[in-house]
């Protein structure tokens, strides 16, 4: 009896500590998103890592939807290394509300950046109406301010004074080339000036096969950027696995800004926007050869007084490809990130060449990939 009231106490006891915690504020996590990560797996190349980045970005203080630091914390769930917030200059339709100079949205940015491991590149978007001139982003400059200049020629100017790396955006916007995606003297001078060093071959959910080929002739790094102006989840549906938005991969010796900076203007990078990856052959085969691997032959068989052997195809990456075995054109497969297929060779074979369908190194040119046997 006496040990049943001593239990009986313990457990007034204990509810009343329970109840200095509020009983009537409750945590419900049903349907709350967690907060993670998505760690998108692309094999790094030899003496590189290879980062995931967003060169284009746009906040609530140009004609973006978001606030600054919003974009940090979409870029790291989304499993980006580095981005640069690239307002408008001289396109501010906020402005009523939001007065404040063209750094703002950079400092702003910056806190989440450092708390979340994300670079943090400091970048405008000159803007002007027509074609040529049309829009640049200035990456990597010190202060926004003084880049504003009507006289485009001076905005860029400017930048490059600062260390700015320049990038020709979407230079097939319908709104500023309606006829085709052309070439213009204005970008053949500012090459001659070494105020030209990047395009976007592919801006938001367009992409430019022709920008690729200049790229190449002209050396220039290759972008392939999201231009967001609204929250990313409202633009792609990222709920899907391997969903992501466009995207330029950089090759770096490391994982810093001043590395970043150092591979764009080695133009070490390749745009990664759909289910497509454009870029210059050589990385593009320095990244294939990491992210397709094939095993050595796991089985001989003979058809037909023919020796033939079997071997295990991986892909390793988070990328999709298509591929064509280029002497047997019936022969398309689509090899899913993180799978593997059965190839069969006769022994007679020295090699086994595909063409990657959706890896373009030209603006009709596709990858061509290559397994000694
Ligand atoms: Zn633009
Ligand atoms: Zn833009």
């Known amino acids: 009896m006496r040990d049943k009231l001593f239990i009986g106490l313990l457990l007034v006891m204990s509810s009343t500590v329970w109840a200095q915690v509020d009983i009537n504020h409750q945590e419900n996590e049903v349907f709350v998103k967690p907060q993670l990560r998505k760690n998108i797996r692309i094999p790094n190349i030899p003496g590189y890592q290879t980062l995931k980045g967003d060169f284009h970005i746009h906040t609530m203080f140009s004609d973006g939807q978001v606030w600054p630091g919003i974009r940090v914390e979409e870029a790291w769930r989304e499993g980006l290394d580095v981005i640069a917030i ?33 670079i943090l590149i400091k970048g405008t978007e000159i803007t002007k109406n027509k074609v040529p001139p049309g829009h640049f982003n200035a990456l990597f400059i010190e202060d926004a301010n003084p880049i504003e200049n009507e006289d485009v020629s001076l905005s860029i100017e400017e930048a490059v004074r600062q260390g700015a790396f320049i990038i020709w955006n979407h230079p097939g916007w319908k709104r500023q080339q309606p006829d085709s995606t052309k070439w ?20 938001a959910n367009e992409w430019y096969p022709i920008a690729l080929d200049w790229c190449t002739e002209k050396k220039l790094t290759v972008f392939g950027n999201s231009d967001i102006h609204a929250p990313i989840n409202l633009k792609y549906d990222l709920s899907e696995r391997y969903a992501h938005r466009p995207m330029t991969l950089v090759f770096a010796k490391e994982r810093t800004k001043q590395s970043v900076k150092e591979a764009l203007f080695a133009g070490n990078t390749i745009a990664w926007f759909g289910n497509t990856l454009a870029g210059k052959e050589e990385l593009m085969q320095a990244l294939l050869k990491n992210a397709l691997i094939l095993q050595p032959a796991f089985r001989q068989v003979e058809k037909k007084g023919v020796e033939w052997y079997y071997a295990e195809l991986s892909n390793v990456s ?46 009709t040119k596709n990858m061509t990939i290559v397994f000694d046997l």
């Open 86 to 118: 690239t307002d408008h200059i001289e396109y501010l339709p906020h402005k009523k509300h939001l007065s404040a100079d063209h750094n703002t949205a950079y400092k702003l940015a910056l806190k989440q950046a450092v708390e979340k491991n994300i």
């Open 184 to 203: 213009w003297d204005f970008y053949t001078e500012l090459i001659s000036k070494n105020r030209l060093h990047g395009i976007e071959v592919a801006n």
């Open 318 to 363: 988070d990328i999709p490809f298509v591929l064509q075995a280029n002497d047997r054109q019936d022969q398309k497969m689509i090899l899913e990130p993180q799978s593997s297929v059965i190839v069969s060779y006769r022994a007679d074979e020295k090699d086994l060449t595909y063409r990657v369908n959706n890896a373009f190194v030209g603006s």
